[in-house]
């Protein structure tokens, strides 16, 4: 232009981009910690350690990752000052992803209800992150391209003798979700261990 440069933006949607990982990491709960450890194949040389300790503030309950290793998801307990929800860590940069951008610093995805995540277990389609907690599985879209990322979308609830669920697995094509349920419990649950409880708990498939 005659007074100088001048310049314009505009913003465009691009083509899915996928993230080529090949770090040997592996990530590990530790109390109010993700762990993030370098490890080697087999025969491969190196030393396997600890390299870095990424502070979430809650217990971890459960972790997992993407199939790309972009992306890490760890459950966080519930505590009295913050609700329970799941962490986004970006498996790249080894650091927390903002889950909600539209708020000042990173933010998690928090479970509604007040709810304590138990177990969690991905979709091998990378569209959702299904969460586990007290009589219901939270359904999370995790789709980078979808306008609902990091949104809770579904609520799936499940009656179990104690309302309680150990742990969740997706079959090979997403079409099936398999949770395990105890009856019996070392201290607690239909009827204690110690007190003689022998109760078997159920796999329920959803």
């Known amino acids: 232009t005659p007074t100088g440069p001048s310049s314009t933006t505009t913003w465009l949607r691009s083509q899915r981009v ?15 910690s993700l762990q ?51 962490w986004v860590i970006d498996g790249v940069a080894l650091q927390k992803a903002d889950a909600v951008p539209t708020t000042p610093g990173a933010d998690r995805i928090d479970l509604p209800y007040g709810q304590s995540p138990t177990a969690i277990a991905l979709d091998p389609t990378g569209h959702f992150l299904y969460v586990a907690a007290t009589g219901a599985v939270f359904v999370i879209d995790i789709d980078p391209g979808s306008i609902k990322l990091h949104q809770v979308v579904d609520t799936i609830p499940i009656s179990t003798a104690t309302g309680k669920i150990n742990d969740l697995a997706v079959n090979a094509d997403g079409t099936r979700l398999y949770l395990t349920a105890p009856a019996t419990e070392l201290y607690g649950g239909t009827t204690a261990w110690v007190r003689g409880g022998r109760d078997p708990g159920q796999v329920l498939v959803v």
């Open 36 to 86: 993030v450890l370098d490890v080697q194949l087999k025969g491969e040389a190196g030393v396997e350690q600890v390299v870095k300790s990424i502070d979430l503030g809650q217990r971890v309950m459960a972790v997992a990752t993407s199939a790309d290793l972009a992306r890490v998801f760890a459950a966080v307990a519930w505590t009295s000052t913050s609700p329970g929800g799941v």
């Open 18 to 32: 996928a993230i080529d990982n090949p770090g040997g990491y592996a990530f590990v709960g530790s109390g109010n």
